[in-house]
């Protein structure tokens, strides 16, 4: 029987959270179980993770497989995944992130009768020190209706991994892998993914649970610390990928997605450091924008990037404070 869905798990040293994300794949009517696959990509764990995937590949054999590799980083996992992939629509989950079930049991159902290159589901933040929980939901796209992509232009709700469903097909089609070796790198997933789809559907289930404030997340402040360089080769990459689309019909919806990277990236600069060095870092990179991508410079300013720029980035210290404060809000 083909599979409709492929759910790839990242896995790298996760076995204090890993049984709950495939416990949570595991649907008990086995009609529907048969009809996705789970596959677990261990990136060169030194810990029990290989040894956890193992007990559910003995158990259900038809619906999740194990590969095991040397570690090559998240961008190696989603590479691997894709060449790996048996079903029709392929899915991410991190290995300390878990599903909604029943949730997936009615994603499962919904993609039997979907031909749509791109699915948007929405997610919850699960904030760990808290307890809090907040969905994401896509304001002013129509509900179990197929749209062109062309919809997500202007739209300034994030799109990211934790609500995508790509058709697979439509990931064979991107020319280049995903970086290797970096963190960082499911942004270029989102962006590659959508310069190849042309219809899109919002099936409205909760599917994935997004666990947030686990200790060396990367998208912490001491993880954008360690890894800041990586994000800016993510942005290398991703503006490189860019100009190769000069003739896609969804290249400024892909220059769009980029601005909105690039004011995610001046909030990870600000959050670093208030340093003069950082003033005239974020200038620098946003008079270059200015220069080489007006539109771009246009999309990507909101209040904070206002204010930089109306007082010739003098407010840093000022505009930090509020991203830090923002941060901890969206923390608790």
């Given amino acids: 029987m083909n599979k409709v869905l492929t759910i790839v798990i990242a896995a790298y040293n996760v076995e204090d959270y890993l049984d709950d994300a495939l416990r949570s794949c595991v649907i008990e009517d086995d009609r529907i179980r048969k009809l996705y696959e789970v596959i677990v990509v261990n990136d060169g764990s030194a810990d029990h993770t290989g040894d956890i995937v193992r007990c559910y590949v003995e158990r259900y054999p038809e619906t999740f ?43 499962v159902q919904c993609l039997g009768t979907c031909d749509s290159d791109m699915v948007l589901t929405e997610y919850t933040l699960v904030h760990e020190n808290s307890g ?85 997340q990367s998208v912490s402040i001491s993880g954008l610390r360690k890894h800041i360089g990586d994000l800016e080769r993510v942005i290398a990459d991703i503006d490189a990928f860019c100009e190769r689309l000069q003739d896609s019909v969804n290249r400024e919806l892909i220059s769009y997605r980029i601005a909105l990277a690039y004011r995610e990236y001046i909030t990870s600069l600000l959050l670093l450091s208030g340093s003069k060095e950082m003033r005239q870092k974020i200038r620098r990179f946003d008079e270059k924008v200015k220069r080489l991508q007006p539109k771009r410079y246009e999309w990507m300013e909101n209040k904070k990037i206002r204010i930089l720029r109306l007082t010739g980035y003098r407010a840093c210290g000022l505009c930090r404070l509020y991203c830090k404060w923002e941060k901890i809000r969206d923390e608790r």
């Fill in 132 to 216: 809090r929980r907040n969905t994401a939901c896509y304001a002013g796209i129509a509900r179990n209706a197929q749209r062109p992509v062309s919809d997500l232009l202007r739209a300034e709700f994030p799109l990211a991994m934790h609500g995508l469903c790509y058709r697979t097909d439509v990931l064979r089609q991107v020319p280049v892998p995903v970086t290797e070796h970096c963190f960082y790198t499911d942004t270029e997933y989102v962006i590659y993914g959508l310069a190849y789809v042309k219809e899109m559907i919002y099936f409205p289930v909760n599917l994935y649970q997004y666990r947030i404030g686990v200790e060396g």
């Fill in 65 to 107: 497989r194990l590969i095991d590799k040397v570690n090559g980083g998240y961008g190696s996992v989603i590479n691997e995944g894709v060449k790996a992939a048996e079903g029709r629509y392929f899915k991410l989950l991190d290995g300390d992130d878990w599903y909604d079930t029943q949730a997936l049991e009615k994603m």
